[in-house]
């Protein structure tokens, strides 16, 4: 069982940055894995923000982020972040990553892993 802890929200000020963490708990490898990062505002469904496959770097974005928002791994392949630029109001969330196994695919139909929770506010 892979657990993930996330760490980094807060409140910040329209136009600020912040950056999330995702790390495998133990200090487990996340290498051969897909890792993403989702966010759900109250009353809204949960949106997929970003991922990443850890073996080789491959990224993906969503509309809503690309060119703000940079998701990236740390060299041991144990933890992966989420850099947040220029920070919106409309960015306020809950930010969960997620884990899962990949195995032959380019992206992961299912997460299998889910982390707790991190809440971000922008706001003036």
């Known amino acids: 069982q892979l657990q993930l802890v996330e760490s980094g929200g807060g409140l910040v000020q329209p136009g600020g940055s912040l950056r999330l963490s995702c790390a495998a708990a133990s200090g487990r490898s996340l290498d051969y894995h897909a890792v993403g990062w989702f966010r759900q505002a109250p009353g809204k469904e949960r949106k997929e923000v970003a991922k990443?496959?850890?073996?080789?770097?491959?990224?993906f974005y969503g509309d809503a982020v690309k060119g703000r928002f940079i998701i990236s791994k740390d060299n041991k392949k144990t933890a992966v972040y989420l850099q947040m630029n220029n920070l919106k109001p409309e960015d306020t969330s809950v930010y969960y990553c997620?884990?899962?196994?990949?195995?032959?695919?380019?992206?992961?139909?299912?997460?299998?892993?889910w982390g707790q929770g991190t809440q971000v506010t922008v706001s003036s």
């Open positions: 990443i496959d850890v073996h080789d770097s491959a990224t």
């Open positions: 997620a884990a899962t196994p990949l195995w032959g695919t380019r992206w992961p139909s299912s997460w299998d892993y």
